[in-house]
RNA sequence: GCCCGGAUGGCGGAAUUGGUAGACGCAGCAGACUCAAAAUCUGCCGUUCGCAAGGAUGUGCAGGUUCGAUUCCUGUUCCGGGCACCA
């Protein structure tokens, strides 16, 4: 009987419905064991091979806990608000809802086919109102919340009221430096931003939430969006390609915009803490801790000299530069503050470099300096950060000022230049070019002289970040080591009152607000210019229908253009002090809104009452096992992470850390197949005169395109032929080797008969019908087009499918193959990413047809390691389903003229009773010790080898004995699940394989008395020889001297060194 | 530019702690079965010299440590992911 995958893996994706294997209830008497996969966005292209990877991945994994007996949970949904949708419904005008049904619907029957273990009962979907009602829950949590910077965690907000009333805010200062919302109330903050407690009972009522404005986790300010004019909207910043919009390339700058946030920055410690509880990767975890990117410096206030009122003199006395200042300065009303990490290189500062953005520039840049500083902050104003510090061209401009160095006097030149960011530190460093790579650069590229604080150790060709050596030039740090120079400034600058030692952070607040229509309502009311939580019994907020998508009149979200949803409310709680009506906020949240919470609302999903009962958060408590790719390294991981501690910190949950451990899956990469069409070919051809001018006269002939060579009846053309026969393609081999291609007498032959032909399909074709001849082709150029993975055999395109493709787009394609006939045309390939618009993408459900669900899966894991990114190769997927046959054979003999799969009759079963032997045995425990460990450490690649090794060991030891097979099935249950409930049931079970207990090893099948030894001669392997296990280091030198080869080699060199690693290797030096 | 990862036969990969490089599979070659094909089975299969036995060489590149390096160290090239409004 035939492995009948088809009728096999229906039945039993039916009967597990039917039966509702998958159910998982959150009451058990066993351990509980959570594996989530990373929240998928249900896209319109639908999923390709490189999506299942971490679900089959994540599946065996489940499964596999199961059989070892745990309750495990393992969920699926669907973070399903987003941009795509929006743009879809802007270009198509259908409702997000509706293509994001479709999607879903889309995705869940592709996920269907593979056969995954999820309890679907516990789908959500985060655009579902009875979800986002707990993501709205959850702000308004942060939102009424602060961070206590005394106990390290997020309070109340009523109880930060109560210690403003006592105290006023001298224990718990203004988190950020600066106000994010101008204080315009009864309070204007000069000295340390604190007040007591009798000034706090004075302000007004916008004064007092303005300040607890400052306090909250989620909380509201003005950020910095990229601003198109043109489409009146925000950009995401993969919408903006080079400064323009990528629809439509309009011009792209930066506005600000009022913007919710959610204060990160101060769970910054915590997030690193937290990082050593956790099974991350190391590699994941330098990622969090590098954009976390805490560093320990110092701030420094320098006194500002405006330009025109300085006189410096140098005098170069040797190595050592003497400056003095001869005018009597006035200094400006402002201060210069910098950040940096090095205050022990204070005296090699040369220049001050301040980002563009900065306030002090207006104040500061001198009279003939501005117009170069405006001009040069226009340019900046079109870049985004990441082109501002990916450019290797230096940029800056002077802005005529200079800063004083408050230890020597000396006068240092303030520039401005896009290196330097807005928002890290102070937006202003101090520059040490002899101690920084791009400091160095910059002053070279300007001019500035250098000053050398490390002597030797500056070479004066690159920068040397060192901190180890003694300091040079540096007044009072004289011959002081660098790092221990840092405190004795950091002391010094407090001293004398104008620097302070600072802690700073990388990561900033994370922009928590949208200017689109397709995510959660913010539950938040404004009246007279504060914001207010809506009640919670106004749960969920629910968006509106909408009919356009356009953002509003200040490039809100769209809706901004609906009062009837933003004045819906009546009730008091709605209505300003100063009378008229509240609204509602007009932003939504961003996609990460819903995905940070997600895994706590799987335990619960059906709860009307909390966002997830208490009870359940603690029974399944952390997620155990979570697995996705790196690309959500420092997105979603780290605001997930954050939610987490800020709901722990609320009393909420029991757990701070959401994911215990973390598997990294790799990308599939897309094999992209290219065809060549010939582009301009510079060639010769004869032709007579008269067609010639008649070209010429009817304009067929572009000017300058075509010169006359050789008296007057040889005529040099370009992109002739390409007007009247656009659709010619050459094979790989022509198309890579162009030269040759146009030196060919073949190839010029090929296009003659190609135009004879054409001549024939249209005798009246004016162009052709004059003599045309190919003679000499000077240059030939080609242009690849990428042409469907899945029309291509390999790299054999499938000609006539080629010919159907993109409706019949290329019907009249000649295809020139590599022996430049019409034989088989051969594709270029490239390794990129697996995308539709490079039409590389697979589709697993054509797979899963072909070959069944098994085989798919088996051949994803099978790949290589789940970690690993490589690319896909359908190719041999049939070597993997061989092996699901070899498997069935073992069970069912082969028949010649197969009967129909309900007649599985006993009689054509091989399988057996006997007892088995010891050798067949070791072949189980083999197999039973490497999958387990294999399973056990996401190594599924070397475990499907390992079933390979296995099934091919019993098949040729003709070994079909029940014994050995019953705990092979259960082991390869979670990785080919369907096959194996078959053959378990075959056996006579009549439970299901899923619940089945996983076998044990026993390792003394497996014991060895003696070792085939490699022996190696000096390094060098030469000879193996079997060596007793229990043989001693004098025994083997022995045994091993003795050898003839061992002999040959050795000869009569004496022997230096006798290596005998037990159970390992053997390795003679002479 | 900055941060993280990767590179091993024609291809995907294996080698778990520094100890036989190339397991397993694909592709290829030769053969068996068959009228034939499919399916299945057997053998070969890094490169190179050699009839063979056997030798040399080989894990991106250049060095280093070691009796021994795919594995550790230094430098370097190329490729992939991320860089804060794609998700």
């Known amino acids: 009987m035939e492995y009948n995958f088809r009728d096999i893996e229906q039945k039993w994706q039916q009967n597990w419905i039917e039966n509702k294997v998958y159910k998982v209830a959150n009451v058990s008497p066993k351990p509980k064991y959570y594996v989530l996969d990373m929240f998928p966005y249900p896209s319109g292209a639908g999923l390709h091979v490189g999506h299942p990877l971490g679900y089959i991945a994540s599946d065996i994994y489940a499964r596999f806990k199961r059989l070892k007996g745990f309750n495990v949970l ?159 909207t925000v950009l995401a910043n993969d919408e903006v390609v080079n400064g323009v919009s990528e629809r439509g390339g309009h011009p792209v700058v930066k506005k600000k915009l009022r913007q919710w946030y959610l204060r990160i ?111 040069y902050i226009a340019y900046v104003k079109s870049r985004s950060d990441r082109e501002r510090q990916a450019e290797k061209k230096i940029t800056g401009a002077f802005t005529g000022a200079y800063a004083v160095n408050p230890f020597n006097g000396k006068q240092i030149p303030i520039w ?38 490390i002597g030797k150790h500056f070479n004066g060709e690159e920068a040397n970040a060192t901190k180890e050596v003694p300091l040079e030039n540096s007044d009072f740090l004289n011959g002081i080591i660098m790092k221990d120079a840092i405190e004795i400034v950091v002391n010094k600058l407090v001293e004398m009152g104008i620097g302070k030692k600072k802690v700073n952070y990388k990561m900033r607040d994370a922009a928590f607000s949208r200017q689109r229509y397709w995510g959660e309502p913010f539950p938040i009311v404004w009246k007279d210019g504060v914001a207010y939580p809506v009640p919670e019994d106004k749960l969920p907020l629910e968006l509106p229908e909408v009919k356009t998508y356009s953002p509003g009149p200040e490039g809100e979200g769209p809706l901004a253009n609906i009062p009837d949803w933003i004045y819906q409310f009546q009730d008091a709680d709605f209505i300003p002090p100063s009378g008229g009506k509240g609204a509602l906020e007009t932003n939504t949240m961003p996609g990460y809104a819903g995905s940070s919470w997600y895994f706590l609302r799987y335990m619960d999903n059906e709860n009307e009452n909390e966002f997830a009962g208490k009870q359940a958060t603690d029974y399944w408590n952390q997620v155990d096992v979570y697995i996705g790719g790196t690309e959500h390294a420092v997105g979603h991981l780290l605001y997930s992470r954050m939610w987490t501690k800020a709901l722990y910190d609320l009393g909420y949950i029991s757990f701070d850390e959401p994911f215990k451990k973390l598997v990294n899956q790799g990308m599939i990469q897309g094999s992209s197949r290219f065809v060549y069409r010939l582009g301009n070919i510079s060639y010769q051809i004869k032709c007579d005169k008269e067609a010639a001018f008649e070209y010429y006269n009817k304009n067929i002939l572009i000017e300058n395109e075509w010169q006359i060579i050789e008296k007057e009846l040889l005529f040099q053309f370009t992109s002739f032929l390409s007007r009247i026969i656009p659709n010619i393609f050459l094979s790989k081999r022509h198309a890579t080797n162009l030269d040759a291609t146009a030196k060919s007498g073949l190839f010029i032959d090929q296009l003659n008969i190609i135009t004879k032909n054409e001549l ?202 029940r014994e050995v097979l019953e705990p092979l099935l259960i082991m390869l249950a979670p990785y080919a699940p369907h096959i194996s409930e078959e053959l378990w049931h075959a056996l006579g079970n009549s439970n299901s394989i899923l619940d089945a207990a996983y076998p044990t090893f026993n390792a003394q099948y497996l014991v060895e008395s003696a070792k085939e030894y490699p022996v190696s001669i000096n390094g060098k392997l030469r000879t193996n020889i079997n060596i007793a296990l229990d043989a001693s280091q004098e025994q083997v030198e022995q045994i091993v001297l003795a050898n003839d080869v061992v002999k040959k080699w050795v000869e009569d060199k004496p022997v230096k060194k006798f290596i005998f690693v037990k159970n390992k290797m053997i390795n003679v030096v002479v």
């Open 760 to 961: 024939e399909k249209n005798p009246n074709n004016f162009i052709l019908s004059s003599k045309v001849e190919f003679d000499i082709i000077n240059s030939l150029t080609i242009n690849p087009l990428r042409v469907d993975v899945n029309i291509v055999d390999g790299f054999e395109l499938d000609k006539e499918a080629f010919k159907k493709w993109r409706n019949g787009e290329f019907k009249d394609a000649i295809l020139l193959g590599e022996a430049l006939f019409n034989e088989a045309y051969i594709c270029g390939d490239e390794i990129e990413k697996m995308s539709k618009s490079k039409f590389n993408t697979v589709d697993p459900s054509d797979l899963v047809e072909k070959y069944g669900a098994d085989t798919f899966r088996m051949y994803e894991m099978f790949l290589g390691p789940v970690e690993q990114s490589k690319p896909w190769d359908t190719k041999g997927i049939e070597g993997v389903h061989r092996f699901l046959k070899k498997l069935w054979r073992l069970f069912y003999k082969e028949g010649s003229s197969a009967p129909s799969p309900s007649e599985r009759a006993g009689g054509e079963a091989v399988w057996n009773q006997e007892k088995a032997t010891d050798a067949e045995l070791k072949i189980l425990h083999k197999a039973i010790k490497k999958i387990e460990e294999d399973t056990e450490r996401f190594s599924y690649n070397t475990a499907v080898s390992a079933f390979m090794v296995c099934v091919n060991e019993l098949a040729d030891a003709k070994c079909n004995k």
């Open 265 to 375: 920055t101060e769970y910054a410690d915590r997030l690193l803490q937290g990082l050593q509880t956790v099974d991350f990767s190391d590699a994941m975890k330098e990622m969090q801790t590098n954009w976390i990117g805490k560093s320990t410096g110092a701030e420094i206030e320098f006194k500002i000299v405006l330009g025109e009122e300085h006189e410096v003199t140098e005098e170069k006395k040797g190595p050592i530069i003497h400056t003095s200042v001869s005018i009597a300065v006035t200094y400006a009303e402002e201060t210069l503050k910098v950040y940096t990490t090095r205050p022990d290189t204070i005296f090699g500062v040369d220049f001050m470099v301040v980002a563009p953005e900065h306030d002090l520039i207006d104040h500061i840049t001198t009279a003939e300096q501005k117009q170069t500083v405006d001009e």
């Open 74 to 232: 393992h969920p699926m949904g669907y973070d399903a608000f987003g941009l795509p949708a929006e743009q879809y419904a802007i270009e198509h005008g259908i409702h997000p809802a509706v293509s994001t049904e479709n999607n879903i619907n889309n995705f869940r029957k592709q996920l269907d086919k593979i056969g995954f273990c999820y309890d679907w009962d516990r789908e959500v979907k985060t655009c579902d109102p009875k979800y986002y009602k707990w993501t709205q829950w959850i702000f308004l949590q942060l939102f009424n919340a602060y961070f206590n910077r005394k106990t390290q965690k997020a309070e109340s907000i009523t109880q930060l009221i109560k210690t403003f009333e006592k105290e006023g805010n001298i224990n718990h200062e203004i988190p950020n430096t600066g106000f994010q919302l101008p204080v315009t109330g009864n309070w204007k903050p000069e000295t340390g931003n604190t007040f007591t407690a009798d000034e706090w009972k004075t302000f007004d009522a916008f004064t007092q939430q303005s300040i607890l404005m400052e306090y909250r986790l989620a909380y509201c300010g003005y950020g910095e969006v990229n601003w198109c004019e043109a489409l009146g």
């Open 416 to 453: 401005i230049s896009e290196y330097v960011l807005a928002g890290y530190g102070t937006g202003a460093i101090m520059a040490v070019p002899c101690g920084d790579e791009r400091d160095f650069k910059f002053a070279k590229h300007f001019n500035i002289p250098i000053t050398n604080i």
